[in-house]
């Protein structure tokens, strides 16, 4: 087992459970868009992947309804959704015992930069992170390898061995895979140990307990 030093981590599904506010943002969303749903379990498919490829996976919308829809999603996200969210339950002692042995830690989310910043400041951990890279608010930089190499990029000096990226969904592991660093996928968020698997995670854990025996 490598010995990391620069872990790098998905926000929501993997620091913490966002369910409520991105769904009940994402049906906001498609209200105004003329559609109504009720059934938020539904929309638990948009927590992890960037939001224009979701709206169009599972909408059918075409560029423009994307980014009308997302514009929608975040009146509410940005007054309310985003603090409909917590932390899950170990995530505080982990990174305080991570940052305790010198680890270098990252944030790496599709959400845009602003908002991840938003959210680490509302549950006061963003002092744990030497880095936090999302997406821009144009949409640009949605994609997890991007974001994934920006952060990369900020410890030049340091080889690809010594990362590794935790998420859980696909597009963590696809992300990493591409820059070419190792990846563990959790179980406890949003994605199936089947998806993790198939998009071929170096580890793939069901606990934060499990998690801190790989990296810590």
Do not use: W
């Not at 059934?39 to 994307?66: R, T």
């Not at 680890?103 to 509302?122: D, M, Q, R």
């Not at 990369?152 to 895979?177: C, P, W, Y």
């Not at 995670?201 to 025996?213: G, H, M, N, P």
Request: net charge negative.
């Amino acid at each position: 087992m490598r010995k990391y030093e620069i872990i790098l981590f998905d926000l929501d599904g993997t620091l913490s459970d966002p369910k409520i506010g991105i769904t009940t943002s994402i049906q906001y969303g498609l209200e105004k868009m003329g559609i109504l749903e009720k059934d938020l379990e539904k929309l638990e498919c948009f927590i992890g992947p960037p939001l224009q490829i979701s709206f169009a996976d599972h909408y059918g919308f075409n560029e423009n309804q994307c980014h009308q829809a997302i514009a929608f999603y975040r009146e509410r996200f940005i007054e309310t959704g985003m603090y409909e969210n917590e932390l899950y339950k170990g995530i505080i002692p982990l990174l305080e015992k991570l940052k305790a042995t010198g680890k270098k830690l990252a944030v790496a989310t599709s959400k845009p930069t602003v908002f991840a910043i938003e959210i680490l400041k509302y549950f006061q951990i963003e002092d744990y992170f030497d880095v936090v890279a999302g997406s821009e608010l144009d949409g640009t930089r949605s994609a997890k390898a991007e974001i994934i190499q920006y952060v990369l990029d900020e410890f030049q000096d340091n080889t690809k061995d010594s990362f590794v990226m935790i998420g859980d969904r696909k597009h963590d592991m696809i992300g990493a895979n591409l820059t070419g660093i190792d990846s563990i996928g959790v179980t406890y968020g949003f994605g199936s140990s089947e998806e993790l698997e198939h998009a071929s995670a170096t580890y793939i854990v069901d606990s934060i307990e499990e998690l801190e025996k790989i990296i810590a």
